[in-house]
C-alpha cells in the first residue's frame, strides 16, 4: 500500500514537499487572509479528522496551528470581506458539532 492510499494529504509529507506561497502568511496577516488560507488546506476535512493516522502529520500541524491562530483572535479584522466556501447546511452542521463561528460566518 503506498502513502497515497494510506493517508489523505500524503503529498504535505513528501521530502520535496513545499508550501505553496500562497499559503504563507508572514506577509498575509488578517483575518479573511488566514480564514481563506485554512479553508483552502482542506479546513472542512479538519473538521471531520476522526483518526489522525489517516492524514499527513504535516498537514495536521499546519491546519491546526492555524486552527489555533484564527480562534485565538491572532489575525485583525479589517474591510476585507472572506465568504466561506461552505453550503448553508455544512454551516448549521458544523456549527451543531460546536465548530466556532470565526470558521462558518462570512466576513
Do not use: H
Amino acid at each position: 500500500m503506498s502513502a497515497k492510499d494510506k493517508c489523505k494529504y500524503y503529498e504535505w509529507d513528501e521530502p520535496n514537499f513545499i508550501l505553496p506561497d500562497q499559503f504563507d502568511l508572514k506577509e498575509k496577516r488578517d483575518l479573511a487572509d488566514a480564514l481563506s488560507i485554512f479553508w483552502a488546506v482542506g479546513g472542512l476535512d479538519f473538521f471531520y479528522v476522526v483518526n489522525p493516522k489517516s492524514y499527513a502529520l504535516n498537514w495536521l500541524d499546519f491546519v491546526g496551528a492555524l486552527y489555533c491562530k484564527i480562534e485565538g483572535g491572532m489575525f485583525a479584522v479589517t474591510d476585507k470581506s472572506y465568504r466561506v466556501p461552505i453550503s448553508a447546511e455544512q454551516k448549521k452542521e458544523l456549527a451543531s458539532r460546536g465548530v466556532p463561528a470565526v470558521f462558518i460566518t462570512d466576513l
